[in-house]
Nanobody, 125 residues
Framework: VQLQASGGGLVKSGGSLSLSCAAS????????VAWFRQVPGKEREGISC????????HYADSAKGRFTISRGIATNMVYLQMSTLKPDDTAVYYC???????????????????WGQGTLVTVSS
């Protein structure tokens, strides 16, 4: 699986941003894809995940109500629509894939064997 994340940038607090993750090598019907983020000096944090088989979505508490994950099967793209952004959302965002199509274990980044290169999101106050 190859993953290419894009869409990061600078946005003001309260604004919105949409991230994209292009997947190749496997169909999204067979891989579970998640978004993680990381701030230097802190552990990687699982944000949201979309399950392979039926597209069920999972969100960390920090993302509920503000972020929406979706996917396009035909395009093999996964999206993360982020709204009401806060300075605390500033981080490098990564998309990651579990090639076995397992459940969304956002607390276990080690279950995701493939990672994109990351895209920086900066939220100014």
């Amino acid at each position: 699986v190859q993953l290419q994340a894009s869409g990061g940038g600078l946005v003001k607090s309260g604004g919105s941003l949409s991230l994209s993750c292009a997947a190749s090598g496997y169909s999204l019907r067979h891989i579970t894809v998640a978004w993680f983020r990381q701030v230097p000096g802190k552990e990687r944090e699982g944000i949201s995940c979309i399950y392979a088989t039926d597209g069920r979505q999972h969100y960390a508490d920090s993302a509920k109500g503000r972020f929406t994950i979706s996917r396009g099967i035909a395009t093999n793209m996964v999206y993360l629509q982020m709204s009401t952004l806060k300075p605390d959302d500033t981080a490098v965002y990564y998309c990651a894939a579990d090639e076995y199509g397992g459940e969304c274990y956002l607390d276990h980044p080690e279950f995701f064997g493939y990672w994109g290169q990351g895209t920086l999101v900066t939220v100014s106050s």
